[in-house]
Nanobody
Framework: VQLQASGGGLVQEGGSLRLSCAAS????????MGWYRQVPGKQRELVAT???????NYADSVKGRFTISKDNAKNTAYLQMTSLKPEDTAVYYC???????????????????WGKGTLVTVSS
């Protein structure tokens, strides 16, 4: 499975963006899809994940502002970001794991598939 993230860009504080993660194959069988972000010099961190059963997990820093979803028919996952803050500025990566894959939920280490990042810049 290849993942391609898109939708990043420059937005003012308080604005919104929607990121998309298009997969080359079926995502319905994947155990989890997620979004992670990384700022240069810092460790990659969790933004949100969604399991194949629809169980969702958000980082505390984005709860109430970001919404993760997926459309199995389109083999695409999304991250709707609202009320963006300058501290949300980062490269955002989508990732996915097969069933039975062990991965670190906080960093995504161990996930089977990664897309190239998309840069989100929030100006104050």
């Amino acid at each position: 499975v290849q993942l391609q993230a898109s939708g990043g860009g420059l937005v003012q504080e308080g604005g919104s963006l929607r990121l998309s993660c298009a997969a080359s194959g079926s995502i319905s069988r994947l155990n989890v899809m997620g979004w992670y972000r990384q700022v240069p010099g810092k460790q990659r961190e969790l933004v949100a994940t969604i399991t194949r059963f629809g169980i969702i997990n958000y980082a505390d820093s984005v709860k109430g502002r970001f919404t993760i979803s997926k459309d199995n028919a389109k083999n695409t996952a999304y991250l709707q970001m609202t009320s963006l803050k300058p501290e949300d500025t980062a490269v955002y990566y989508c990732a996915a794991a097969e069933p039975h894959t062990d991965y670190d939920g906080n960093t995504g280490d161990g996930m089977d598939y990664w897309g190239k990042g998309t840069l989100v810049t929030v100006s104050s």
